[in-house]
């Protein structure tokens, strides 16, 4: 896949790109258009959109609390459009994803995603994952509204060591979570806030609109079978 831009707009593609000012074949581009391969990011970027998606900010916290890394096996429960999903894929390769959607419609919109960025690590499951049936996991993630229903089942499918995640918009939810993780260890509950500022160095300063709360980010530690 291919990036095409003119400075200010930007189209992704194979071969033949069309854009606002025309056709672009990337192996012959116009004198306008600057054409180079798609990073991850850019791909990323242009996925089908169904169900509200982890917020990048909290992909950088999730990463940077449990130590994600290359090899990792991980099942993840509510699945929506793959964008968490191609985030795991992307760094644990050649580990696995086992992702869960309950929902099939947005079961098919991740699997599609995923498949259209080339994973080949992402075991794609139409099933709650409260029925979860991997073992010695390295992480579980619940990103779905009652998450304390599948704590027994996740502290099972985890190896000693492992970590439990769960991404909760509310207090009412985290509180409830924290009620029903009581076998886990170093338990966590973080939020993170992101501004962006303005990159014009006249008025370099942040932005009107940012970005504060979007979920809480509670993790915990199997330390005992």
């Not at 003119?6 to 854009?19: F, P, R, S, V």
């Not at 850019?42 to 090899?71: C, E, F, H, M, Y």
Request: glycine residues 8%; charged residues 25%.
């Amino acid at each position: 896949m291919y990036v095409v831009t003119d400075g200010k707009l930007m189209w992704l593609g194979e071969k033949e790109i069309k854009t606002g000012k025309g056709i672009v074949d990337p192996k012959n581009p116009p004198e306008w258009a600057t054409v180079f391969e798609a990073s991850f990011l850019d791909k990323l970027s242009k996925i089908k959109r169904g169900p509200q998606v982890v917020n990048a900010k909290d992909v950088g916290l999730l990463i940077s609390l449990t130590g994600i890394g290359t090899g990792w096996n991980i099942a993840e429960g509510g699945a929506g459009s793959g964008y968490l999903t191609s985030w795991l894929a992307h760094i644990i390769d050649p580990g696995k994803v086992y992702s869960y959607e309950l929902r099939e419609d947005h079961h098919k919109i991740a699997k599609t995603n995923v498949e259209t960025l080339g994973f080949k690590n992402v075991v794609s499951k139409n099933q709650s994952i409260f029925e979860i049936e991997e073992k010695n996991l390295d992480l579980v993630i619940f990103d779905l509204p009652d998450p304390w229903e599948g704590v027994d089942a996740a502290h099972n499918a985890l190896k000693v060591g492992g970590y439990l995640l769960s991404y909760l918009p509310t207090t009412n939810q985290v509180r409830k979570w924290l009620i029903a993780t009581k076998s886990f260890s170093d338990r966590r509950v973080v939020t993170s806030s992101l501004i962006d500022w303005k990159t014009d160095p006249d008025t370099f300063r942040p932005k009107s609109k940012t970005l504060a709360h979007t979920a809480f980010v509670c993790i915990g530690r199997k330390t005992k079978m």
